[in-house]
């Protein structure tokens, strides 16, 4: 069994979906398991999805150390850790910060860095990294309000965060096969390199450092090199198909609080053809009014058409939404979404749809939801999961950046 521990819901929620792509059966757990959660029988991977990409260092890592022994009790041999696929991180962490003392709770000496998902358009190739073709620090992502990523040299990003020499696994020994990679990891480790920035850019380069790497106890990385080893493991499987999920009835909500420009075209079409609300702070900027006027609303509204609640705006509006509402505006609009979340589920919804990291581990939180089965996935990296208490919910946690314009139209259309 492998063991996968994310940084954020989101992130959780895309690897399990790579995992389970691969053939293997996969539970999702939110939040640092506690008392005496297990994963159910059949279990061949559980990711853990934490919420501790932006949080203090100190604080991810001792969250991550307990998810770490945690699955090390409960016979997981191997470790990765997940991160996003941009490298969302300041200059303190929280990648190198973790990624050290995973390794040194693992008393391992080196591991990879391997950020790429080729299906998304980010590729690694001389240690930079690049999100469709454009180089990350001219990307959308150099304006992240929390993590600001100007710098794509993963090496010297890296660098700033852990006091331990960072290396290279270039693209041209990447291409020349599993044999090739072994030996140049050798000489890595033989010069005392600890983290390993891995080139690819195809899915074929992630399959070959899978071969190469695949006993590693602690790997890195996005959902690219997590889905290769997936891969690696069901190689000799006979029954890799999953059976398919048959839709929970009753209401659908979408929940929308990521501001990224893909989620912002998802919203544009849903609009269209849901009956929709939004949060907008600057009409209404006391939170309690702002949350009794978004319930009422969907009260009269939630029924056999799905619905749609979004905070999601336009740079222009968060400013004059900021301006209102002050510097705690997203954390209130975030708690605001997860509140009607659950009004929602208690009046009935049973299909809940969220776009936004953030929004994400708000809207799991409300619900206290602790553990889903990952089934099929709506897009690349955005699968539907099933919870396992009652009532039985069919969860679509959407990471800001990802899915195609008509997503959000699509996750309801059974409804």
Not at 128 to 150: D, I, K
């Amino acid at each position: 069994m492998i063991g996968c521990i994310a940084d954020d819901y989101t992130g959780g929620t895309d690897v399990a979906a790579a995992l389970r792509r691969a053939g293997l059966h996969t539970v999702l757990l939110f939040g640092a398991p506690t008392g005496d959660i297990d994963p159910p029988p059949g279990c061949e991977a559980v990711v853990v999805a934490l919420k501790t990409r932006t949080i203090p260092a100190a604080d991810a890592v001792r969250q991550s150390l307990d998810v770490q022994q945690w699955l090390q009790q409960r016979g997981v041999r191997q470790v990765y850790f997940k991160y996003c696929s941009t490298f969302d991180s300041t200059d303190d962490g929280n990648i190198g910060p973790v990624t050290d003392a995973l390794l040194d709770r693992a008393a391992e000496s080196m591991t990879l860095i391997s950020p790429a998902s080729p299906e998304h358009g980010r590729t690694v190739y001389q240690g930079h990294l690049f999100v469709n073709g454009v180089l990350l620090s001219q990307s959308p992502m150099r304006h992240h309000p929390l993590t600001p990523m100007t710098d794509p040299d993963l090496v010297r990003v890296l660098g700033r965060q852990t006091k331990h020499p960072v290396g290279l696994l270039p693209l041209t020994v990447v291409r020349e096969g599993s044999s090739a990679i072994v030996a140049h990891l050798r000489r890595l480790r033989a010069d005392a390199i600890r983290h390993v920035v891995v080139d690819a850019t195809e899915d074929a380069d992630l399959l070959a450092v899978a071969a190469a790497a695949g006993e590693y106890p602690l790997l890195t990385g996005g959902a690219g090199l997590a889905g290769a080893l997936g891969q690696h493991l069901a190689a000799d499987r006979h029954d890799p198909a999953v059976t398919p999920r048959t839709p929970v009835a009753g209401p659908g909500i979408v929940l929308a609080g990521s501001c990224s420009a893909a989620t912002l075209e998802q919203l544009e079409h849903a609009r269209k053809v849901f009956p929709s609300y939004r949060l907008d702070p600057a009409s209404t900027p006391d939170p309690t009014r702002l949350l009794e006027q978004a319930t009422g609303w969907l009260r009269a509204n939630l029924g056999d058409t799905p619905v749609l609640i979004y905070s999601s705006a336009a740079s222009e509006q968060r400013e004059a939404a900021v301006a209102a509402m002050g510097p705690d505006t997203a954390d209130i609009l975030e708690r605001t979404l997860g509140t009607l979340a659950r009004t929602a589920v208690e009046l009935g919804a049973r299909r809940v749809v969220v776009a936004g990291g953030e929004t994400s581990g708000a809207v799991v939180n409300a619900l206290g939801i602790q553990t889903v089965v990952v089934t099929d996935e709506a897009d690349r990296g955005v699968p539907w999961c099933r919870t396992t208490g009652t009532p039985a919910l069919d969860l679509l946690l959407k990471s800001g950046n990802f899915g195609k314009p008509d997503l959000l139209v699509r996750s309801m259309e059974e409804v």
